[in-house]
């Protein structure tokens, strides 16, 4: 059979048929004999080793048992009956049960005849059981090809019930492998296999399906891996590749006399070299005659609202204007007060743009966006309405991507014949290796590097009943100038629940620190625009000396006498999340501290999280221990889980080879862009089929 018949549909395969067909397509997705052939196990069991009934324990897992039937009988229960099995060998005695299909079952089984029995035992009233057991007649056993890595594959209720057994389709694929002569057709090219020393397509589906021994099976799995990573980061590179020769950008060459001028007269520091390095690349990228489309990186705190005025500087230069958006009213305020401070003395026309601005300023700013004479507009996603119409927009920054979704980023590209300059900022460290997978389209620069002096920020764990302790302290750096924000979950679930402990902490802490001597701001989401920033204006004046807040604070947010970040059933917050809350204090000179209050009853994961948060300042450390802990998916949101449904390989576990396989599909790339050599062509026919199927699922969906 040649490997082209592989399309076939499964039905056709022998021990198939529709009804199975029909399942396995609607379950497991197969569809084809070559989905069937990569279709892999999620893990390997040893059928060679076998336990004697006494030897079971309570959590004894799948086990494996010779021993024969002597005696069955039909219980009815509540619904329907149950079919159960004395099991006996010479060590002891346990039941075998069946919840469904008793019928068909009863008439099948032997009794006194020696059986091999496969499965899960579970220990109720005083006995063990084995529930819908796997059995073979030992005699039968004796004659299949037995393996000590029998492989288990992903499987479903429906599945099971339905008689698709893990044998079914382990023999399912012999029947495959028989009716192909285990010849698969090579995936990779003659170069790639001999760089990397990888096994050949067919040995590895092979060895994966039917390993003869650890060394082979894991052979299979780098070689399969490799390919699932390879294959993926080509596509995200050549869509990269694409984008540069397609995507037509402005080309900024100048730097004149805004950028120079500010840099000699108005910089307030020296910039870090991380911060030079990422300038250059960004200047470089706006100067290439591609559109640029780049993802900035840097902790909190690492400085980059001064890369991204100026990178909006050499636009201005190059005569165009620019836009800053971000996620919240509080946010662009701020952005909007630093960057005119910044800009004092320039002659830069600088407006704010947000949800709450009165009708006549809208139409003002409107006005002047569209003349030409308004230079640089931040705001929030207010900026992305169709009536704001810009000039001449060379350059848009989005702040803290994750929380504006890529179809409004692509929104901003069609204000003009033009896309503008795309730079996207995140605070949020997002391991190398997620960062390959799901942003490998775009650039990215990374600020590596804190402005120095900067102190490491204490980090403490307290539990709920040290909590006088904890507000002595809060009194002593109150006492010594310095201002405390003490924050609270609100989780969009327990909302009311949550709010109502935000509002007995505020009551309490009101009562610890009376008035006059203390001012207490509080700031949450039922509070209006106004108000929000009427209490934030006041502690960022130092009218107040403590925040009460909940996590409206989380981003941005930059009052550099604040030092201490109380965090409130600090148990419930996500670890990004606690660095980012964390991340508001250590903006000053003075030594900052986080402490993190939490109940007794911490699960693992919390006490993980926690341990991490006392531990390290480092954010990428952070977001690595993040990503081991939650996952990819949910590290991402659901959005990009497209990317992250691997079937075999896992971008913690597999970080190395991930490296190798997109450093090997730039590689490939630089070569042959287009996969048109002869040596790519295994490689390329691979490729036309994922992108091709990509876009059938594309339009069902
Ligand atoms: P983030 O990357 O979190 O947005 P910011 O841009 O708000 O960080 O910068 C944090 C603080 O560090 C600001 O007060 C800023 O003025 C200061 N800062 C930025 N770069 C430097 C530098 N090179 N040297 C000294 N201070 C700096
Ligand atoms: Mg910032």
Redesign the pocket.
Known sequence: MSSTDLHTPIEYLKGVGPARADLLRKELGIRTQADLANFFPNRYIDRTQFFKINQLQQNSSEVQIIGKITQIKTVSQKRGSRLVATFVDETGTMELVWFRGAKWIKESLKVNTPYVAFGRVNWFNGAFNMPHPELELVVDYKKSLQTAMQPVYPSTESLTNRGITNRVIAKMLQNLFVQTNNTFEETLSKGVINKLHLISKSEALFNIHFPKNQQLLTKAQQRLKFEEFFFIQLQLIRKKLIHKSKIKGYIFEKVGDYFNGFYKNNL?????NA?KKVLKEIRKDMATGAQMNRLLQ???????????LLTILIALDNGFQAALIAPTEILATQHYN?ISTLLNGLDININLLTGSAKAKKRKEIHEILEDGSLHILIGTHALLEDKVKFKNLGLTII?EQHRFGVAQRAKMWLKNEFPPHILV?T?TPIPRTLAMSVYGDLDISI?DE?????KQIATAHRYDSNRLSVFKFMKEEIAKGRQVYVVYPLIQESQKLDFKDLMDGYESITREFPKPKYQISIVHGKMKAVDKEFEMNRFLNKETQIMVATTVIEV?V?I?NASVMVIESAERFGLSQLHQLR?RVG??AEQSYCILMTSFKLTNDAKIRLETMVKTNDGFEIAEVDLKLRGPGDLMGTQQSGVLNLRIADIVKDAAILKRAREMAIEVLSIDPNLTSIDNRNINQTYQEITRNRAIWANIS
Do not use: C, E, Y
Request: aromatic share 4%; no cysteine.
């Open positions: 307030p520091f020296d910039l870090t911060q840097g902790d909190v705190g690492s400085g980059k609202t001064i890369v991204a630093a702040d900022m605070a600020i804190l402005p120095p002096g900067r941005g930059d550099p991340g903006r000053g």
